[in-house]
């Protein structure tokens, strides 16, 4: 009887093993999650930096060129307009003079960063695992 | 005040003179025994009619017990629970959309399966099998302790999951999600239960 129980838990545990990294994915793909959440946390970043420009000052030409603004929290300290895996830099458009938009390439579909906490439901996504982040700079001023 | 070792050697003693059970019991609970005292004391020696008379098997306490069922008890305790996370957080995924942190908990979650479930398996393996060579092991004290703990957490989890239905049910909470995470509760508390309720039996025939 009691043998029956030990199969049966080994079966339940390897059940939920084999479950719970079908689901989620090996360690590449928890990689690949991580480094996505930190394109998302970039992209947050360079919104709050670009919202904090002047609204009598046009928006910047391009990211290298903005200015950190000392009031806003950001995510990472050492904020770069380039992706730190690919090395390709965040597409930064000027829409107009107040208005802009930054793009990052997730590796994975941007669905799957729900997962991390780190997808906004103001970021668009686009095809090609594209996800944009629209602002208008100063916009509370 | 006498101790309970001087009323074991008191009882031999009047075993060893002949004495009848009767006897002792009536002399002992005349000088202050309570019934249970008297009766545990006379339940020590065999009652096979042969001088000196017979000690009874006592439970056994070893460091050695203690080190082994704590650890595998911890195993259980902790494999348990993560499992019942690892399924939960399966089922979660599988009802909504989107289950913030639930990927985190699951990789934990089977983190900890891989290391503790193989191990509490080859612990409760070669704990049976020293058992069946050796049944007196069986009076171990520390295991029995241990295994009525498992009894004990594994029937408080299902009355706690019990009432957490009525409450579901009386809020109107009761949907097909609650109910598959709530099975997944009974099915391994369920389990425990039972597995460790057929080894008491099986240690404990009378």
Redesign the interface.
């Known amino acids: ?2 043998r029956l ?2 199969v ?3 079966a ?2 390897a059940a ?2 084999g ?3 079908w ?2 994915g090996g360690p590449h793909h ?1 990689r690949l ?1 991580t480094q996505d959440a930190d394109r998302l946390a970039a992209l947050v970043d360079w919104q709050n930096r670009l919202r904090c420009v002047d609204r009598s000052d046009a928006l910047p030409a391009s990211l290298a060129a903005a200015k950190a603004c000392p009031d806003t929290v950001v995510l990472h300290d050492d904020l770069s307009p380039y992706d730190a895996i690919t090395g390709e830099p965040y597409v930064y458009t000027r829409l107009s003079d107040h208005e802009f938009e930054v793009c990052a390439s997730l590796a994975l579909d941007p ?1 799957e960063a ?2 991390t ?1 780190r997808l906004r439901a103001d970021m668009e996504l686009r095809a090609g695992n594209v996800v944009c982040l629209a602002g208008t700079s100063a916009p509370d001023r | 005040m006498a101790s309970r070792d001087e009323l074991r050697i008191f009882v031999r003693d009047a075993l060893v003179a002949g004495k009848a059970r009767g006897e002792i019991s009536t002399v002992l609970t005349g000088a202050g025994w309570s019934a249970s005292e008297v009766h545990d004391a006379l339940n020590a020696w065999d009652e096979t009619p042969f001088s000196p008379p017979i000690p009874r098997p006592v439970a056994t306490v070893s460091a050695r017990d203690f080190f082994v069922y704590a650890l595998t008890f911890g195993l259980l305790l902790i ?1 348990a629970f993560n ?1 019942v996370l ?2 939960q ?2 089922v979660d ?1 599988a009802f909504a959309e ?7 908990l ?2 934990w ?2 983190s900890v ?2 290391v503790t ?1 193989p191990l509490y ?1 080859w612990l ?2 070669r704990e049976r099998r020293k058992l069946a060579e050796d049944p007196a092991l069986y009076r171990s004290a520390i295991r029995k302790w241990l295994t009525y703990l498992a009894l004990l957490f594994a029937a408080m989890t299902l009355l706690v999951v019990l009432i957490a239905t009525v409450y579901a049910l009386l809020t109107g909470d009761l949907t097909g999600q609650f109910i598959a995470k709530a099975l997944i509760v009974v ?2 508390a369920g ?1 425990i239960f ?2 460790y309720f ?2 008491i039996r099986r240690g404990d025939p009378q």
């Open positions: 009887m009691n129980f030990l049966g838990f080994c339940l545990i939920a093993i479950g719970g990294l689901v989620v928890a999650m669905q729900w997962e906490g | 494999g499992l690892v399924l957080a399966l995924l989107e289950s913030y942190g639930a990927t985190d699951i990789r979650g089977v399966l891989i479930a398996l409760t393996l099915v391994v389990g039972l597995f057929n080894d």
